[in-house]
């Protein structure tokens, strides 16, 4: 963690949203166009992918070559189809080829892993161990993917948790805070309806059995709901630890698994980023040269 703390100690935070956090990678090449120093992302699911990848060291023109790249249907697996559609082991492979074996710790900007734990319900912090690792657990989207066991914990996607993770890069010191928020959920919360009916989800989840050892995916699907439902975005949050800019471009467009939209994923990033990056260069580091 850097040893800067203060005003201008920047703090980016990449939400969950699946295919939708590729507009992450235009908002970040805006920032690095304008030569915007970062001191610390706080990443999600599909947040914490392109968190990791920024911090290893990779360019936003490399990551949106490796995007384009990249096909779901490799990661299918129906060998066991009540644990997920996905493998989890193909997807670690995946981020191996691309980032190695290093740890959380080794990356150039620190980097913290958001996952939610299945058993006791609640958000954990990521940020030392295999990088790999972390990122299978944190974008391991509940019936799609396999929760991953970390520590004796089981953990799944960071973004059911807290997609938009504001209150932890305040918390590691962040003066300034840059947001960007493509979560579903927000989405979801955002309409009273939906929101109504996760909500009655969730209590009928609460009304079962806690979550017990043996993996299963009803009591996986159980707890994720009560989860998302628990931690609802801006539910018990000190409004002191929000954004000071929030980036949340309408998505619509891209699918949540339509991974080929990097591109459009791309320009609506950048567009979102160029209407607030005025309001980020006065008030944070510009990086020297």
Known sequence: MSDRVG???????????????????????????????????????????????????YSTE???????????????????????????????RLFEQGLGLIGIEDLGIPVIVLAADLEREEPVLLERGRLSTALRASSAFPGLFPPVRIGGRLLTDGGIVDSVATDIARKKGAG?????DVSLLSDIYAHPLQSELLKKAAEKASSKRPFERKISLPAVMRSTLRIIHRYRP????????????????????????????????????????????????????????
């Open 176 to 180: 300034f805070v840059l947001a960007s």
């Open 62 to 92: 490399e990551m949106l070559d490796y995007a384009r790249r990249f096909r779901l249907w490799s990661l299918l697996d129906f060998r066991a189809p009540w644990r997920g559609m996905f493998s989890g082991e193909k997807v670690q």
């Open 234 to 289: 801006g539910e018990g949050r000190n409004p002191e630890c929000g954004a000071d800019v929030s980036i949340a471009p309408i998505c619509g467009e891209i699918r949540p698994l339509c991974f080929r939209k990097v591109d459009e994923g791309y320009r609506i990033g950048r567009e979102a980023a160029m209407r607030v990056i005025d309001s980020v260069a006065g008030r944070v580091r510009r990086n020297a040269g």
């Open 7 to 57: 005003q201008d100690f920047f703090g980016l935070v990449l939400s969950g949203g699946a295919a939708r956090g590729l507009v992450h990678i235009g908002v970040l090449s805006v920032l690095e166009e304008y030569g915007i120093g970062i001191d610390l992302i706080v990443g999600a699911s599909f947040g914490a992918i392109v968190a990791a990848y920024f911090a290893a060291g």
